[in-house]
């Protein structure tokens, strides 16, 4: 069955042409093929949270199209489909898996920053959270990947380095991570292909479809999209100036069927927050009657720019129950694709098992040129500069926020791209919302809090990246920030309701 259009509140298109447009293309495609009908139009309403009038316009835009006709009593039916279209997919026939078809509806409604207009000056980009290639140490990389071509290419081009990925880059992992997790051994090292596939996996490994998995509000938007297409139910705990609202938690972890806890201890995703050494003895408290295992995602911990390392949760749990998720791509180059996971052996072997399915291993030249970069001191080199610039690119963005009005507050991170910008409680909900559009339409781009909730509600933050921005920049676009936040704090309007 056709599931109902996921719509993007935040793109500029509206909500009619996102509906014809779902709708323009399973029609285009065959999953809705001539003779179908198309879903009542309250249903389509309610499922879309939509008046009906602008499901009954989008399918009056494909009438007008010819590619369906409605009659009384009857529905909507498919006539015919677009002009041009390619022969139709089997899909009807072979209908996708629940995972294809959420992943692919997802992929189709990603919300995401505002897009500049045409023409547009850009005054700051501050919505991706994608490293600055302009200072990526390519040279180094490539003497590093030359290096271990010349010495043993043939071996590294070839299979068979299975297990949990190649012995010495596990060891080397395992090495660098022992200063938060000071008792973590070699075996319980899993490389992975970047972050992303390690939290499939685990979502694989761990839970079914119908299960619970406990996450943060706000959190970040890409694991929403991999819990929806498992198939899984979501509790979203707030994570606050206080914390993590433990009160909150133990509430969730006392319902049914709740087998992860997915959290960000460190410059969480999206507002930067850390939790403190006594919040994370707290949260461990709350765990340790159950058994349910948590997932920390650590992955930019190790570009702290300010203060000592703090314990992963990992080590603090005395259950053996945390695994960490850690990449590459935020403290190196994302193009890699390479993370990993640590965890207690019985943990990892079914993970092993499993990845293996998914790919038999993560690239052996990969792992192998990163041994030797590492060897030769370039990663902590380029760490070293990028910390440096981060922790200037953060002075920056705190020094221009003395613009901002009082009451709006703005993280001040102790390492990592990200800062979260709120407005006050005062505000209307949807304000971050508004606030993300109205930059937008001034050359400034920042992520809108609402795509971090899964269900897209509407928030008073967004998430600024300095991934992207020089200092100057960052000055400029909080100028810019600060005046649209005066604006909408003294002439308070909700996020455009989007019709
Ligand atoms: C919190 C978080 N986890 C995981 C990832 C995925 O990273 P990777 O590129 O290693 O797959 C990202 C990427 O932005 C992220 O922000």
Redesign the pocket.
Known sequence: VLPFPELDFVAPVPATAQIAGFYRQAIADGRLPVGARLPPIRDVAAACELPRTTVQEAYRELADQGLVAGSVGRGTTVIARPAGSAAPTPLAAHPLSPYGEAALRRQQGMAGAPELRRGQTLVANFAE?SPDGERFPVDDWRAAMDAVLRSRGAQLLGYGHGGGGLPELRALLAARQREVDPELGVEEVLITA????A?DLLLRTFCAAGDTVVVTAPS?H??HGLLRAHGLQVIQVPFTADGIDLEALRRALQRKGVRLVYL?PTFH?PTGRTLTPVQRQALLEVLAPTTVPIVE?E?QSSLRFRGAALPSLRSLDRRGLTLT?S????ELF?AL?L?WIAGAEPLLRPLMAVKRCMDLETSPLLQAALVEFVGRGALDRYQDALRLELATRHAALQAAARELPPDCRLTDPDGGYLAWLELPESAPAGAGDRLAELAGERGVRTAPGRIFDIDLRPSRGVRLSLSRATSQQIAAGMGVLAECCRELLDAPVLARPFL
């Open positions: 959270l970047g972050a992303q596939q939290l970040y890409q694991m960000m995703n995602d992955y998720v990449t590459m791509s935020k994302p694709r993370g």
